[in-house]
């Protein structure tokens, strides 16, 4: 290799089958399939063609030592210093995304990627309804108040007064507060290909922790926001183990009930290809979060709100152990 060029900060290689590697710079927002032999012969400064080389310098891959566009090491550094590593590659990554369907012709582009996608894989929905589910107290047209004084009120507790609410009280604040999520999952179906890639909630499930709400049997639920129904994963008093999974929060242990959101992935990853993807999907935890938060305050609950989980006390408590899967927000009220 030449003595005036190295390899930009943060390039990985990774082995694709026996014959090729690709090379990796979230840095340069770049990635190129090498064959092995070529790869080896280059890192062994052996000679290689300076087409090659050149290719590897136009892609970013390989820069001038101290030249202006080598990145600050020191912000780099910064990174591994605070522990954060591993996500510099999924962040830098996140910034740069080329989307397939952007430019020109994008409506065919979509339709085309779409098609392939499902010639791939059928598109992963989320569980139809348990047919056992408990239906909620039927909620009708609701005179909310106006924005202004829910938010007025909006606060977040800490220590709750001991509290339970009534079945009714948690049936409005479920409803109302999925009414996009109910929307958006009606109006997609695997019949109207194109409706897949409506996904505002299509990742998430959504679980509540019940542990003072008449009418309904303490324990895990799982809420299914089409048909407002509640299907019992596991009855018993999980005020303890939510203070845990909560991070130690008080909240659980005098609170009617918590609602967590809980992302899986591979129903996103489907629909987004990109690095960017996770990205949006925290977002939208704490967009879909906002109206519950709301509902509650405009229904008069005391309301705490936390992404804050310890991720094993959460999987065992709803009993859900796939790397795929993840409680990104919670609520809690009485």
């Not at 909240?251 to 960017?276: C, G, M, S």
């Not at 991720?311 to 919670?330: F, K, M, P, V, Y």
């Amino acid at each position: 290799m030449s003595e005036q060029r190295v390899w930009r900060p943060l390039t990985t290689a990774t082995p694709v089958g026996d014959r090729y590697v690709e090379m990796d710079s979230p840095v340069a927002g770049s990635r190129i399939r090498l064959h092995r032999d070529a790869l080896v012969r280059l890192l062994a400064d052996q000679p290689v063609p300076p087409a090659f080389e050149h290719g590897l310098t136009e892609r970013g891959l390989l820069c001038v030592s101290g030249g202006e566009e080598e990145p600050a090491e020191e912000d780099l550094a910064l990174w591994q210093e605070r522990g954060w590593g591993l996500s510099l590659a999924s962040y830098l990554w996140s910034r740069s995304v080329s989307y397939y369907d952007s430019g020109p012709g994008e409506e065919d582009r979509r339709s085309a990627a779409i098609e392939s996608m499902l010639h791939e894989r059928s598109c992963p929905l989320p569980p139809e309804p348990d047919p056992s589910a408990v239906s909620l107290q039927a909620v009708g047209d609701w005179d909310a108040p106006p924005l202004s004084a829910v938010l007025a009120k909006r606060r977040s507790v800490g220590a709750f007064r001991q509290s339970s609410v009534d079945r009714g009280a948690l049936a409005a604040l479920l409803y109302y507060g999925t009414s996009k999520i109910r929307a958006c999952r009606r109006a997609a179906s695997a019949e109207k290909p194109s409706s897949l890639l409506i996904s505002v909630g299509a990742a998430f499930d959504i679980y509540v922790l019940v542990y003072a709400v008449d009418g309904l049997i303490s324990g895990v639920h799982r809420y299914h926001p089409e048909t407002n129904t509640l299907s019992l994963v596991k009855a018993g008093n999980f005020r303890e183990a939510a203070y845990v999974a909560l991070a130690g929060q008080p909240a659980p242990k005098n609170a009617a009930a918590t609602i967590l959101l809980v992302a899986d992935f591979a129903r996103y990853q489907w629909r987004y290809r990109h690095e960017r993807a996770l990205r949006n999907l925290y977002l939208e935890a704490g967009r879909l979060m906002q109206p519950l938060i709301l509902v509650a305050t405009a229904l008069g609950l005391q309301t705490g709100i936390t992404p804050a989980v310890r991720d094993e006390e959460i999987a065992d408590l709803l009993g859900e152990n796939s790397e795929n899967w993840q409680a990104l927000h919670t609520l809690t009220v009485a």
